[in-house]
């Protein structure tokens, strides 16, 4: 394979989300501009040339030539293959890419897909039922409440409120048939786990180029407690974040089950997990997040800049991962190492 020199960027702004004529809070996929700039920022700092070459769509519809590597930012508007439909094309065209493949894409989106299979393998997750139509929350057999009710395939906490924490079968009935109606999409409804509410960030493949942990907390330092990141709550960075001490039995023990599930997945290149932990000091992952943000303000760059790894290296060590897939012989300018793990570490989210 040629030395890569260009590299193309598959993505959907605001402007792309527009289009579809929906209302925007049911969107909130796109990739905003200080994200772009900051990836594109950081790719030319490791001595690329970039190209936005926009969403999937306008790919197929405009192959281009010239582009060497394709870096995945492409999330996708609604349907229920929307992550995967870059991944499937880039495949199609024989162009390499950064991020998971069309199947990991597809699993992590669907949230009754991937907690089934974490059943089975006995990953902790709250015990959860399916909700195809509102009709069936009447003969579900639920797990008990708190419950939270959540669309199934939807992401980055969209038709997740204040009101989504339910308390009796009349109320999620209620609340089943408005977000159904405004969703179209069946739904989950799992145990409300309260407690603490950590992030994984893990980058890699055969080899792991980083991993780390972070916790969401509230102003005086504590957990969440009894509150959760609804969708106006994630956009507003209401919480701070700080590390977790990596050594102790708690993060040990998450890592475990967040590298086992890792490790089923790949190829992956990067990814974000949820996870809540209960006053016991039981933990239960709720989300994989294979279309991780590369926000510097959001998850997986919080977290790698918590534990010692500047935005920068944090994109250097995802094209090293991916080039390393991709059997991409072609070393990047040095990049850190990463970083310790510190208590005394925080910042606003």
Partial sequence: MRKITNIGIVLETKADALKTGLPLDQLYHWREPGEIAAITGAIKELGFTTVILGTPEDLAAHPVSGVDFIFNLSVGFV???????????????????????????????????????????????????????????RAASLPPFPL???????????????????????????????????????????????????KVGIIGNAETEFSGIIEDICADGSGLGKEMLGFRVKKAGTYSKRTLIAGDA???????????????????????????????????????????????QRTLAQCCALNGVDYRTMIGKILTTSFKRWGIKQQLPRIKSEGAHHTDKSRRA
């Fill in 250 to 296: 708690l993060s040990k023990r998450i890592m475990k089950d967040a590298k086992r599930i890792y490790e089923l997945f790949r190829p992956v290149d990067y990814g974000t997990m949820d996870v809540r932990v209960d006053n016991r000091g039981c933990h239960y992952f709720l989300e994989f997040n294979a279309d991780a943000t590369l926000h510097p």
């Fill in 79 to 137: 349907n229920r293959y929307r992550l995967a439909a870059g991944p499937a094309l880039y495949s199609l065209l024989k162009l390499p890419y950064s991020g998971a493949d069309p199947y990991t894409k597809m699993m992590s989106q669907h949230k009754h897909a991937m907690k089934s299979f974490w059943d089975k393998l006995g990953i902790p997750t709250p015990e959860w039922a399916y909700i195809h139509t509102p009709g069936d929350v």
């Fill in 148 to 198: 939270i009710l959540k669309p199934a395939y939807e992401g980055s906490s969209i038709g997740i409120d204040e009101s989504s924490v339910i308390h009796s079968r009349k109320s999620l009935l209620t609340k089943a048939e408005e977000l159904f109606s405004r969703l179209k999409m069946p739904m989950i409804v799992e145990r409300f786990i309260a407690g603490r509410e950590c």
